[in-house]
C-alpha cells in the first residue's frame, strides 16, 4: 500500500512538473502566456503569503511584487535543482522578510493594484480572516519567531509542503529544515504556552 | 502545552484560503500587458511608478519650475488658438485653467515636457488632454458660463503598446466601428485619412469627478489607434468597452 502510495504521488508530480515545464517554456517564448502561469500559481502564492502574514493589504502588495519579479527573472529561470513553483514561494519568502524592512515609501507602487479596504470585497475577506480563531491563534504565535521558524513551520503544516519541497524552497539541505523544524516548534511551544500563562 | 499537543494543533488547523478577485485580475492585466512590451523602454509604466516616490525630494524644487513651464505652454496654446472671442478663446480659458488647477498640477509628473492638446466636445464641454512622462490627463471644462473642471481623469500606462503586435481583424474592426462614431475622426476617414496602427495597451485609470466628489480607480485595456492623415498623424485613445475616444493630437 506504501509502495501504490507512493507511486501514486510519484506520478502526480511527475506530471505536475512536465506542465510546469510546458508553462514556463511557453511562457518565456511567448510573452502573454505568461498569463496561464500566473493563472496556474496565484492562488498558491497570495494563499502562502496571506497564511504568513494574516493581513491582506500586505498580502497583495507582496504577492504583486512576487510575480513581478518572476516576470522579470522569468528569462534567466533555469530548473537547476528548482522547480519554478518552488522558486516563487523562495521569492515570496524573501519578500516576506523583507517586507519587514522597508519602509512604506518604497512599496507605495503597490497600492495600484490593492483592493480598497472600504470595498465590500475586502470587508467580506477580512471579516473571513478573523472568524478562525484557531488560526490566528497560531499564526500570532507565530509571527514572533525568527523568519527561518516562520518559514520553515508555515510551509510543513499550512501549506503542506514535503521536506524535500521545503528544502528545496529555502535552499537548504533536508536534515536542516528538520532540525529548523524542530527547533521552531520548540520555540512555538514556549510562546503559546507563555501566552497561556498570562491568560490565567 | 507540550510539543505533541502543538503538533498536533498545526497538523489539524484549517488555515485560512481565501483571495481578492479584483486584485488577481488587475494584477493579471498589468503584468500581461507588461511582458508584451519590449524590454528597453524609458521612464514609463511600472518603471515609473518605481521612480516617482525616489525623486519625492526635489518635487518642490521641480514643481515651480514646471509651474513656470505650464505657463509658457498655456502663453503657446492662447497663441495657436483663434485669438478672439468664440470658441477659440473658450477653449484657451479652458486649457489655462486646467493647467494651472491645483488637483492636475499635484497629479501631473513634475519633470519633463507636457503635451498640451484642448477639444471642443460638444455641449460646452470642453476636453483638456495633459500628456507628460507617460501619465496622460484628460480634463472636462465647462465652458459654458463661468469656468470649471468637471471631471479629471488620470491614465497612467502600466505597459506601453507592444510594437509591431497585430490585432485579430474582429478586434480592428470593433475598433474601427467605435473610432468611427468619432465626428473627428469620421471627418479624418472621410477626408482620406489611412490607419496607420492599431494597438492594445494596459492603463491605470483613476478618475475625479469634481461634482459628486466621487473617485473611481481602475484598470483598463485601452487601444491606441493612430491615422496618417496628410502629413499629420492624430492618434486617438480608444476605450473597447465604452467607446470613449481621446484625441491625443491637437485636432483644432
Redesign the interface.
Known amino acids: 500500500v506504501q509502495l501504490s502510495a507512493a507511486l501514486k504521488r510519484y506520478n502526480i508530480n511527475h506530471m505536475e512538473i512536465e506542465h510546469e515545464h510546458l508553462l514556463v517554456a511557453k511562457a518565456k517564448t511567448e510573452p502573454l502566456a505568461f498569463g496561464e502561469l500566473y493563472e496556474e500559481y496565484y492562488s498558491r502564492i497570495f494563499g502562502y503569503v496571506l497564511r504568513r502574514t494574516a493581513n491582506l493589504t500586505a498580502a497583495q502588495d507582496i504577492t504583486s511584487e512576487v510575480f513581478y519579479k518572476a516576470l522579470k527573472g522569468l528569462h534567466s529561470f533555469n530548473w537547476q535543482g528548482v522547480s519554478f513553483s518552488s522558486w516563487l514561494y523562495r521569492i515570496a519568502a524573501n519578500e516576506i522578510a523583507d517586507s519587514y524592512r522597508k519602509s512604506a515609501r518604497e512599496n507605495k507602487y503597490l497600492q495600484e493594484f490593492r483592493v480598497s479596504p472600504l470595498s465590500q470585497e475586502y470587508i467580506s475577506a477580512d471579516l473571513e480572516l478573523r472568524k478562525n480563531e484557531e488560526y490566528r491563534s497560531l499564526q500570532e504565535g507565530i509571527s514572533h519567531l525568527p523568519p527561518k521558524y516562520q518559514e520553515v513551520i508555515a510551509l510543513k503544516y499550512f501549506e503542506d509542503k514535503e521536506i524535500r519541497e521545503i528544502a528545496e524552497i529555502m535552499c537548504k539541505r533536508e536534515g536542516t529544515v528538520k532540525s529548523l523544524l524542530h527547533r521552531g516548534i520548540e520555540k512555538l511551544r514556549i510562546i503559546l504556552s507563555r501566552d497561556e500563562e498570562e491568560l490565567k | 502545552?507540550?510539543?505533541g499537543e502543538?503538533?498536533s494543533?498545526?497538523?489539524h488547523?484549517?488555515?485560512?484560503?481565501?483571495?481578492?478577485?479584483?486584485?488577481?485580475e488587475?494584477?493579471?492585466l498589468?503584468?500581461?500587458g507588461?511582458?508584451?512590451q519590449p524590454r528597453t523602454v524609458g521612464i514609463s509604466g511600472?518603471k515609473f511608478?518605481?521612480w516617482?516616490?525616489a525623486r519625492?525630494p526635489v518635487w518642490k524644487t521641480v514643481l515651480i519650475a514646471s509651474s513656470a513651464w505650464l505657463l509658457v505652454i498655456a502663453a503657446v496654446i492662447y497663441a495657436i488658438l483663434p485669438p478672439v472671442s468664440g470658441s477659440g478663446m473658450s477653449i484657451a480659458m479652458a486649457a489655462d485653467l486646467a493647467l494651472n488647477s491645483p488637483q492636475i498640477k499635484a497629479i501631473l509628473p513634475a519633470d519633463g515636457t507636457a503635451t498640451v492638446t484642448a477639444t471642443d466636445i460638444g455641449n460646452h464641454i470642453v476636453a483638456i488632454v495633459i500628456q507628460k512622462q507617460g501619465v496622460l490627463i484628460n480634463a472636462q471644462v465647462d465652458a459654458a458660463g463661468a469656468l470649471r473642471i468637471l471631471k479629471i481623469t488620470r491614465y497612467?500606462m502600466?505597459a506601453p503598446p507592444?510594437e509591431g503586435y497585430v490585432v485579430t481583424p474582429e478586434y480592428r474592426q470593433k475598433i474601427l466601428t467605435l473610432a468611427g462614431a468619432d465626428a473627428r475622426i469620421k471627418t479624418l476617414l472621410d477626408g482620406g485619412a489611412a490607419v496607420r496602427r492599431i494597438q492594445p495597451a494596459v492603463y491605470?485609470v483613476v478618475t475625479n469627478d469634481l461634482d459628486t466628489g466621487t473617485v473611481t480607480?481602475v484598470?483598463e485595456h485601452l487601444t491606441l489607434l493612430v491615422l496618417t492623415a496628410g502629413t499629420g498623424q492624430p492618434e486617438f485613445l480608444v476605450n473597447p468597452d465604452t467607446g470613449l475616444v481621446i484625441s491625443l493630437s491637437d485636432s483644432n
Not at chain 2, 488547523?13 to 488577481?24: C, D, F, G, Y
Open positions: 502545552m507540550n510539543t502543538l503538533v494543533r498545526l497538523e488547523v484549517t488555515p485560512v484560503n481565501m483571495e481578492l478577485a479584483s486584485h488577481r488587475q494584477l493579471k498589468a503584468l500581461c507588461m511582458n508584451s511600472w511608478l518605481h516617482l516616490p519625492q497612467m502600466l507592444l491605470n480607480n484598470t
